[in-house]
Structure formats: C-alpha cells, structure tokens
T-cell receptor, first 112, second 115 residues
Framework: DAKTTQPTSMDCAEGRAANLPCNHS???????VYWYRQIHSQGPQYIIH???NNETNEMASLIITEDRKSSTLILPHATLRDTAVYYC?????????????FGKGITLSVRP | SAVISQKPSRDICQRGTSLTIQCQVD?????MFWYRQQPGQSLTLIAT?????????ESGFVIDKFPISRPNLTFSTLTVSNMSPEDSSIYLC????????????FGQGTRLTVV
C-alpha cells in the first residue's frame, strides 16, 4: 500500500504557483519523499526528491515539514504543459523497500 | 539521467498468445523494475528484475504469467504469457542506480491490447 495521501485533484491558473500537498505521517527516518508526474500517455517523469531539507531544482521546489509528516511540491509558474497526474512517494534509500510504490496521485489541471 | 528504450511501443495481440517486451538502458544500472498500468489506473509494480538470479515478484504476480529475464546490467525482458483481454495495459520499465538518494527513471511504456 502507498504510504502517502494526496487530494484527488486541483486546478490553478496559468502563470500562478501550484502548491500540491502530500501527507506521509508514517514516514520512517531513512525514507525519502519523491515526486513524479505523468503526462497523458507518457512514462512517469522524475521531478524532485528530499529527505528533510527543502529542495529546489529547475522544475520545482519541495517543502518538507520539520516533523517530515507532510510536504508540498511547488511549481512556481504553472503552464498548460504542467497539466498531469502528480505522484508523491516515500521510498527507502536501500534494500527491498527502495522500490517506488505509486498511489493514485493528484490530477493537476492548469487553466488558461 | 538514463535513456531507456522499450520495444515494442505498442502491440495488438490475440488471446492465448505471449508477448515479450524488451527494455534497454544506455548505461549500467543496479535496479530494474517492471510496472503495469491498467486503463485509468495508477502504476502497479510487477517485479524487480535481478541480474543473474530470479526476479522478485510482488503479491498477485507470478513467474509463470510474467517471466522476466535480466542477462546483464543494461537489458531486461518481460513476457506476458497466455494473454487475455484483462492483460490489456501499459507495461513500463524503470531503472535506478544503486545507493541512497538516487532517482528512478521510466521508459515510455508498451501499450498492449489483447483481443
């Protein structure tokens, strides 16, 4: 079973920031938070991951709460091409649990 | 990053037949995984392909139905055996390098339709 919970869907206006929440209250100390997205009919695309510090790359920012029980993926300036299903996944760094277990994800719709 | 090539990209097959899907990576990777994505659903892990040993299957998936090979660190195959219409799905290969803090990458998938 997936160890994360996400809202089913959300939308935002083009050019605005999209803030996608994720709860992972049972996360263990050696588990990372990963975000992937899947645009229709394509394979999942890696976005970002983090352990406990906030992370930023060219695609997005990841904000992890101090207790690590939740996180938020931020797309700073959403475009129509960001419309996709976004998956928040907790993943152990090594061993049998290093596999990625996908939940249902959140469908982000970016409107013009 | 890793570049993953999956073949075929799509196929339409008769029930009762088998299809072998290939996954080729442009560099050596430690971990290779096979996923299934049924229409309108999320991804479900089928198995971890282990180099030099039998694959590790997830609950609900068996070797007789989904035999997997992994002869080296850059190549794996998944066979969908004795197909039925319920096997119509997208099958995806994923790879990851060893060690902590490394992302996994996905191929574009094989869209299988069983008629």
């Amino acid at each position: 079973d997936a160890k994360t919970t996400q809202p089913t869907s959300m939308d935002c206006a083009e050019g605005r920031a999209a803030n996608l929440p994720c709860n992972h209250s049972t996360i263990s100390g050696n588990e990372y938070v990963y975000w992937y997205r899947q645009i229709h009919s394509q394979g999942p695309q890696y976005i970002i991951h983090g352990l406990k510090n906030n992370e930023t790359n060219e695609m997005a920012s990841l904000i992890i709460t101090e207790d690590r029980k939740s996180s938020t993926l931020i797309l700073p300036h959403a475009t129509l091409r960001d419309t996709a299903v976004y998956y928040c996944i907790v993943r152990a760094s090594t061993g049998a649990n290093s596999k990625l277990t996908f939940g249902k994800g959140i469908t982000l719709s970016v409107r013009p | 990053s890793a570049v993953i090539s999956q073949k075929p990209s799509r196929d339409i097959c008769q029930r009762g037949t088998s299809l072998t899907i290939q996954c080729q990576v442009d560099s050596q990777v430690t971990m290779m995984f096979w996923y299934r994505q049924q229409p309108g659903q999320s991804l479900t892990l089928i198995a971890t392909a282990n180099q030099g040993s039998e694959a590790t299957y997830e609950s609900g998936f068996v070797i007789d139905k989904f035999p997997i090979s992994r002869p080296n660190l850059t190549f794996s195959t998944l066979t969908v055996s004795n197909m039925s219409p319920e096997d119509s799905s997208i099958y995806l290969c994923s790879v990851a390098r060893s060690g902590a803090n490394t992302e996994a990458f996905f191929g574009q998938g094989t869209r299988l339709t069983v008629v």
